[in-house]
């Protein structure tokens, strides 16, 4: 409302018709998104953010080699625009364009995508060549990102004489028992770590060990390998008489774009009537109220295994996952975990927003994590 008054009083105001995209896009009203951008741009023709968001739109309605058209406009008339760059190579990478996408996604550092905001510098950067030393992989934002890039770390066998890891605390026990070629250190601790000689974020392997199919090949699961004493103790917690064991996980916590990637327990009822079928609770988070009203209006039990804090206990919940038949969930933590122990895992995707770039476009398989089904979402918002 405030931009259209703006522009009541101001019809050739192009930033106000730019920020009045970006709003509609976040509600999700991307034909008149598009349109809104379209007209800063007829007002402003070098205006590279207007052809920027006008490829977020494209994006997000799942056109994508115009969005990629948009972002390169932008550049030419901005060339360190980061966020331009950015987001050309989510859009690369999400149709699997190796080369130019791994390139493009050190721009994440400047467009304060990675990293916590900046890059930090605890050592020079390493140029992928064999090194005579120390060699430091720093953490990437968030866990489930951490756990997706975590299945390059064996490509790094042989690499350097000795291999340090930071991770989030919650994962060091899970990688450190499967990986017995680094040593891995709790990402609080990086401050404290000795000098190193070369250092290399998570996400920048895969300019080095995934520029190609040869490369995803090389995608071997599981990759992490859950407590065997923890499986023990929860195959006896989960005895089923005879049911398939089903983990469930229906919502992402992420800020920006959770809800796009979200839905409610209740939605999955068509699921949960059917027969034969033990349901396990995997979502992390408080879930009582869910599954409480869930089992008064209609039966139907989720069990929640009290021990494990799916939040905070990552070994555990890899240990519950791994001991599931099988797994359904949303894009999330739990998702990656599920695919990096190798559990069978049908996998629930938006349509365009939300739906992070290694997902890609039209396939059912994840060449990333082969045990699992990918399911997509037919329209925006179904």
Excluded at 92 to 98: Q, S, T
Excluded at 173 to 190: G, K
Aim: net charge negative; charged share 25%; with cysteine.
């Amino acid at each position: 409302r405030s931009y259209d008054r703006a522009l009541s009083l101001k019809p050739d105001y192009a930033e106000a018709w730019n920020n009045r995209g970006l709003a509609l896009k976040a509600l999700k009203r991307l034909d008149e998104a598009l349109e809104s951008c379209d007209r800063a741009i007829a007002l402003k023709p070098d205006f590279a953010e207007a052809h920027s968001n006008r490829g977020l739109a494209l994006q997000a309605q799942g056109h994508l080699d115009a969005a990629i058209a948009s972002y390169e406009q932008a550049i030419v008339l901005k060339p360190d625009f980061a966020e331009a760059h950015w987001n050309q190579a989510l859009v690369l990478l999400l149709k699997e364009d190796w080369a130019r996408g791994w390139a493009l996604y050190e721009w994440g550092f400047k467009a304060k995508k990675r990293g916590g905001g900046h890059k930090q510098a605890l050592a020079p950067d390493w140029d992928g060549q064999t090194l005579q030393g120390s060699l430091l992989v720093l953490p990437e934002q968030g866990v489930g990102d951490e756990i997706f890039y975590s299945g390059m770390l064996r490509d790094l066998q042989g690499c350097a004489e000795s291999i340090t890891v930071a991770v989030d605390p919650r994962l060091v026990p899970l990688v450190q028992r499967s990986l017995d070629h680094v040593n891995v250190v709790s990402s609080q601790t990086l401050p404290t770590l000795r000098p190193h000689d070369a250092q290399v974020y998570m996400a920048s392997l895969g300019r080095y060990f995934r520029q190609n199919g040869r490369g995803l090949k090389a995608v071997r699961t599981p990759y992490l390998k859950p407590s065997k004493d923890r499986a023990k103790e929860l195959r006896r917690r989960l005895a089923s008489e005879g049911k398939i064991i089903c983990g469930l996980s229906w919502i992402s916590k992420n800020q920006e774009v959770g809800e796009d990637k979200s839905l409610q327990l209740v939605d999955l009822k068509p699921l949960l009537e059917l027969p034969g079928i033990a349901f396990v609770d995997l979502q992390y988070g408080d879930t009582g109220a869910e599954r409480t009203a869930l089992q008064e209006s209609t039966g139907i039990e989720i069990q929640r295994i009290p021990e494990i804090d799916n939040f905070n206990d990552l070994d555990g919940l890899a240990a519950l996952i791994g001991e599931c038949d099988v797994v359904v969930t949303v894009s999330n933590t739990t998702a990656h975990l599920a695919g990096a122990v190798g559990a069978p895992t049908l996998l629930m995707l938006p349509f365009a927003s939300g739906r992070h770039w290694y997902w890609h476009e039209e396939r059912e398989d994840s060449p990333w994590y082969p045990s699992m089904r990918l399911l997509r979402q037919g329209k925006v918002g179904d």
